[in-house]
């Protein structure tokens, strides 16, 4: 950790945003996180990609759950809604404010210990209900917190600091959200703001269940050679299927590859996902296509990142149970008694 | 662009953008800390081993370390009106809060024991010609310094008026330096010749600009009692020949003199002053601050205004009249001054101070004594080593290369000690010495650093003045009141000890990014490396300061380069606090300059010893 605060001055060139906002307007505390920690990088990419998207704070509610990782909506977004919550239960805390207020942006924030493990059952849930958000694992495959035990995502051969080997299987948490239903998966890096921040981005503009694993290396526990979550390992194995832009719009889109393999997800919300071919192969709008070819890099060793998986036609959980529109802290009280004259009516409806 | 060769003693240095700009190359950021932490009379000595005049300087400085402050150019789009350091007055401080015993003691080690037998003739005993004197006489030469005037200082004290720079602090400072076993002779050298054949074994000429430039137009004749060359005017004011002047005044001239003439009068009798000025204010020569403090004092200044005549009526000056012009630019940029058409104003007055420049005059330099002049009448002279074209007469100050400020001759009195020192030891004096160099890690445990890197957003202090009703009428009462120690400390707060260096290691960076995401100014870029034109652009915030470096690594792992640039960076240590590797690390960078003596000479080979 720091002891003084990061000082207030930026940059004389700091660009604003159509808020009038800095990228600095974005941050939150000092980090209290071990110092190369990579979760810190996930911070600075969710910064960028607010300040980018020009949302305003207090749209956005965080939502966490125990862990290094969880701590982190500390040190950023210092003017939005937070919520830490129990171990491995921010997905139904999210999901109960998602139901209670779809006005605000939710970004679940844990890591692999609060949803592999302890949260794994409401993980796979929150999936397949198809929660509209956007959650980000931040998977550095220890317990950092206990000083580095072999957490569920750890690669089965993988060493810890202290030489013993993990044997067991590891939980790919990429593949669980595809399987539970996850209507946009990603995986990326946290040494390449470059590919995270754009994802984060889309991930933000996606209506339904967003999930982004984030392999963050603990420079403190697991960034040693025999790691498959180091710094050095991650770069030498990563290997992503597609580069993707993110547009707010159809006119704003400026780059134009003029080469073949582009591929345009178009959002609800109006906004465009753009995806510049790196694997031939891999069509990212096909789930089972996705499934297999995740498979088949892992079996090779490789770390498969970019945008693997999208819906173009995703929905989400409100369109799924036809929920009332206006958030519960709208609602007046015309509209929550609605008097005797229409419990006649439900009650007749029921006989 | 290839890794920075952080070991050249230069990269470093130009990061001191204070220092660096300093022609005497003082060691601000070092004073500044001591300052803060209540070590005056260190501060005060790291000063004047450096500059020689601390309390002087401390008032009256040309500040060219103040526009070189890295604050003011952070401090852009961060504070209402971004400044610099008052790294001047802080200078001042040094002087005002220092333990005098103390410091008396510490000069007194230099304090000339024993003769070398070799004997110096400095001609003038200004700045220039007392810092020779200061290098040369602890080490055993045998200096005189040579003056029309009875005591020393020079411009000092004859052209800087009382009410900036009070006599008392003049003396302490100037008798250091002569208790160091200086002999000052009053004599006025009229024969370069006639010294030269005194056997000296170097002469040093420091006489500086003596003659203040006329103005010949319509009138300066017939107005001539009440016309006053500028330099000679203030000069006869600290003499105490003259205490008063007309009612009305008019000062020509837009340099740091015409600000002197203008604030001087207006204490001597002058209601009615004015500056009249032939180019834009903006333009004009004198420093911002001095333009600022006349104009405090209610002297307003006119631009644009050419003079064309005195005026004059029953043999006495009345008035002026001018032209009024204005700026035109041609395709060059070059700007001439043209007449814009309107009536020719005419303004009233008693006496006119002409301070329209100054210029350096030799009439007692025999053309024949071997010391050639050029074209514009200034010495020929080796740059590097001030020697003249008579390698053992050397000038500086105003006398070498025109007017400057006290601050050049400070540094050329150091540049021509080192001249002599060399030259009478029988060395090449186009060997100059290499400045001592040192870089320290400031590292004192996990997130602790021996400098104080929390960075304050205050902004410049303003220095209290005293009461104008009281200045205005007394030509001695010092204006500035001088720091508070509390104040000094605040403002000292404020340096960002841009000494204390970010050093980078490739070897050990892991390219985490942690350094990237806490730099608060964006001056950290992992990227592929280029041309440093092209690099500049795309960094996380471009690099458009061209006159400040990129400091860019060797390749790391994953083939991209660490490149930072180096312009508005706070020093503040995040990169290496957040660093998990020391990869980066703070280390104190200081650069002292060497000055005459064992240092400044060629090393020499060590013969083997002979057996008896």
Redesign the interface.
């Known amino acids: 950790?720091?002891?003084?605060?990061?000082?207030?001055?930026?940059?004389?060139?700091?660009p604003k945003n159509k808020l009038g906002f800095t990228r600095?307007d974005y941050e939150g505390k000092v980090s209290t996180l071990?110092?190369?920690?990579?979760h810190?990088?996930i911070?600075?990419a969710l910064i960028e990609a607010m300040w980018e998207l020009a949302i305003e704070p207090h749209r956005v509610a965080k939502l966490s759950g125990i862990g290094c990782s969880s701590k982190t909506p500390d040190y950023f977004l210092g003017n939005s809604h937070g919520f830490n919550t129990v171990h491995g239960r921010m997905p139904s805390v999210l999901t109960g404010a998602n139901l209670a207020n779809r006005d605000l942006i939710y970004l679940g924030v844990s890591g692999d210990g609060d949803s592999a493990s302890i949260g794994i059952g409401q993980f796979a849930h929150v999936m397949r209900r198809g929660v509209n958000m956007t959650y980000i694992l931040e998977n550095n495959g220890v317990y950092g917190l206990t000083k580095g035990q072999f957490s569920a995502t750890a690669d089965r051969g993988s060493k810890a600091k202290k030489g013993a080997v993990n044997q067991d299987s590891a939980i790919d948490t990429v593949s669980l959200a595809l399987i539970m239903g996850a209507t946009y998966v990603a995986r990326s890096f946290?040494?390449d703001?470059k590919q995270l921040t754009p994802l984060i981005k889309a991930a933000i503009a996606h209506e339904g269940a967003a999930f982004i694993d984030v392999i963050s290396?603990c420079?403190?526990f697991n960034?040693h050679p025999g790691s498959t979550k180091s710094?050095?390992y991650v770069?030498e194995h990563n290997e992503a299927v597609n580069r993707l832009d993110f547009w707010p719009s159809r006119e704003a889109i400026t780059v134009d590859y003029s080469e073949g393999g582009v591929i345009e997800v178009p959002q609800h919300d109006g906004s465009i996902v753009r995806l510049r071919k790196l694997d031939s192969d891999y069509d990212p709008t096909d789930r089972i296509n996705a499934i297999t070819h995740i498979a088949q890099a892992s079996a090779k060793g490789e770390v498969l990142t970019g945008l693997l998986y999208v819906a173009p036609d995703a929905e989400d959980l409100h369109a799924h149970l036809n929920t009332y529109e206006m958030a519960f802290n709208k609602l007046e009280e015309k509209d929550l008694c609605p008097g005797a004259g229409m419990l006649e009516k439900i009650n007749a409806g029921l006989r | 662009m290839q890794p920075t060769d952080i070991k050249h003693p230069d990269y470093f240095h130009k990061v001191v953008d204070c220092q660096w700009a300093c022609p005497a190359h003082t060691p601000v950021p070092e004073y500044i800390r001591l300052i803060a932490a209540g070590r005056y009379s260190d501060a005060y000595m790291v000063n004047w081993e450096s500059n020689v005049f601390p309390g002087i300087l401390g008032r009256t400085c040309d500040r060219p370390c103040e526009p070189a402050c890295r604050r003011g150019?952070?401090?852009?789009?961060?504070q209402p009106k971004p400044e610099p350091v008052a790294i001047c007055r802080l200078k001042r401080v040094t002087a005002d809060y220092k333990d005098n015993e103390d410091v008396q003691k510490r000069i007194a080690v230099h304090k000339k024991t024993r003769s070398n037998g070799k004997r110096i003739a400095c001609i003038g005993a200004g700045p220039a010609s007392l810092t020779v004197a200061r290098d040369l006489a602890p080490l055993g030469y045998e200096v005189t310094v040579f003056d029309q005037d009875p005591r020393a200082g020079g411009m000092i004290w004859t052209q800087i008026p009382r009410f900036r720079l009070p006599m008392e602090v003049i003396d302490e400072e100037v008798n250091y330096i002569l208790d160091l076993g200086v002999s000052l002779v009053q004599r006025k050298i009229t024969s370069l010749k006639t010294l030269m054949g005194e056997r000296y074994d170097a002469i040093f000429v420091g006489s500086g600009a003596p003659r203040g430039r006329d103005l010949d137009i319509p009138g300066r004749k017939e107005g001539a009692p009440n016309i006053h060359i500028g330099i000679d005017w203030l000069a006869s004011v600290s003499f105490g020949h003259t205490s008063k002047i007309g009612k009305r005044v008019i000062v020509l001239g837009g340099g740091n003199t015409a600000m002197d003439c203008c604030r001087t009068s207006k204490r001597l009798g002058g209601e009615d002053v004015k500056v009249i000025v032939r180019s834009g204010f903006e333009e004009m020569k004198a420093s911002p601050w001095e333009k600022e403090d006349a104009m405090h004092e209610g002297i307003p200044i006119l631009n644009y205004l050419v003079p064309k005549s005195f005026e004059v009526k029953n043999q006495k000056l009345v008035g002026m009249q001018f032209e009024k012009v204005k700026a035109v630019y041609d395709e060059k940029g070059k700007r001439s001054l043209v007449p814009t058409g309107e009536p020719d104003p005419f303004f009233e007055c008693d006496d006119v101070l002409v301070a329209v420049g100054q210029e350096n005059a030799f009439p007692w330099i025999e053309r024949d004594s071997g010391v050639e002049f050029d074209k514009y009448g200034l010495p020929k002279l080796n740059k590097e080593t001030l020697q003249s074209t008579v390698p053992n007469v050397l000038f500086g100050g105003d006398a070498a290369f025109g007017p400057k400020n006290i601050i050049w001759a400070v540094a050329h009195g150091h540049d021509a000690a080192v001249s002599i020192d060399k030259l009478l030891n029988g060395e090449n004096t186009n060997e100059r010495p290499a400045p001592g160099v040192t870089l320290v890690s400031q590292k004192m445990g996990i997130?602790?650093w021996s400098y104080d890197?929390?960075?304050v957003?205050d902004a410049r202090y303003k220095v209290p003045w005293r009461d104008i009703k009281v200045t205005l009428k007394n030509v001695k009462a010092e204006v500035e009141l001088g720091f508070d120690v509390a104040t000094a400390w605040k403002e000292a707060q404020r340096c960002l000890n841009c000494d204390v260096q970010t050093v980078f290691t490739d070897k050990l960076c892991?390219?985490?990014?942690?350094c990237?995401?806490?730099c608060?100014?964006?001056?950290i870029t992992f990227t592929q490396n280029g041309d440093e034109d092209e690099l500049r652009k795309r960094l996380k915030?471009?690099a458009?300061n061209a006159s400040q470096s990129l400091y860019v690594s060797g390749a790391l792992?994953?083939r991209r380069v660490m490149v930072k640039d180096e312009d508005?960076c706070?020093h503040?240590g995040?990169c290496a606090?957040?660093?998990?590797?020391g990869a980066w690390d703070m280390q104190k960078f200081l650069l002292e300059m060497t000055h005459a003596g064992h240092g400044c000479r060629t090393p020499k080979k060590t013969l083997p010893l002979k057996a008896a």
Do not use: F, Q, W
């Open positions: 950790m720091t002891y003084i605060l990061k000082p207030r001055l930026h940059h004389p060139t700091l600095r071990c110092a190369g920690c990579g810190d990088s911070s600075a946290s040494g703001k290396p420079v403190a960034n710094y050095d770069r | 150019r952070v401090e852009e789009e961060n997130h602790e890197n929390d960075i957003a892991i390219e985490c990014d942690a990237v995401d806490i608060p100014m964006d001056c915030a471009p458009l792992k994953t508005v706070l503040c995040l606090e957040r660093c998990p590797t």
